[in-house]
């Protein structure tokens, strides 16, 4: 079963209320933007990072869009010194491939090592927009079902400000 439909299947699961918006393979927030899909809601920009000394801590971390996240001041924040995770690294925790990180990607992480970092200002949009796992589509649903849908997951998960 392709992932966005074991995504979906687990929101409905979860009884978390979403829309889909489909459209052409997003690879960053500029195609986001390009596609028209930031038309629906705010999208959100994720990140997935390692502790940079030996690569045993796996962070992914979401934020609005527009938000720059500085590597250092997030590290700080979460007590280790972070640096991108590889596509290995991806492919092996999350089961995804560049292009399709997303905070529901948890679903995936069956040894619930990653730890997931929502943005506190999220909080503020209401309805935020994720990808289901899959960048040829974005799900929008409120801040706090995302919250939940990740908790679902047993994953740690951490809401703190990254601006």
């Keep these: 079963m392709p ?22 393979p997003a690879y960053n927030m500029q195609d986001i933007a390009a596609f028209g ?19 045993k801590h796996h962070f992914l971390v979401t934020a609005r869009g527009d938000l720059p996240v500085d590597l250092d001041t997030l590290g ?10 590889s596509e290995e690294r991806l492919l092996r925790h999350l089961q995804l491939t560049p292009g399709q990180v997303s905070p529901l ?4 992480n069956q040894d ?4 997931v970092v929502l943005d506190a200002g999220l909080a503020a949009l209401g309805t935020v927009g994720v ?7 974005t799900v929008f649903l409120s801040f706090d079902d995302l919250v939940r849908a990740v908790k679902a997951c047993g994953n740690p998960v951490s809401v703190m400000e990254l601006a």
């Design 112 to 115: 619930n090592a990653v730890q």
């Design 105 to 108: 990607a948890a679903y995936f």
């Design 37 to 55: 899909v930031t038309a629906h809601g705010h999208v959100c920009k994720n990140l997935f990072l390692r502790d940079s000394k030996k690569g």
């Design 3 to 24: 992932r966005q439909e074991i995504i979906l299947a687990f929101l409905q699961a979860q009884n978390i209320p979403y829309t889909l918006v489909q459209h052409p």
């Design 76 to 85: 700080e924040k979460l007590g280790w010194r972070l640096s991108f995770a």
């Design 131 to 137: 990808h289901p796992c899959d960048n040829a589509a």
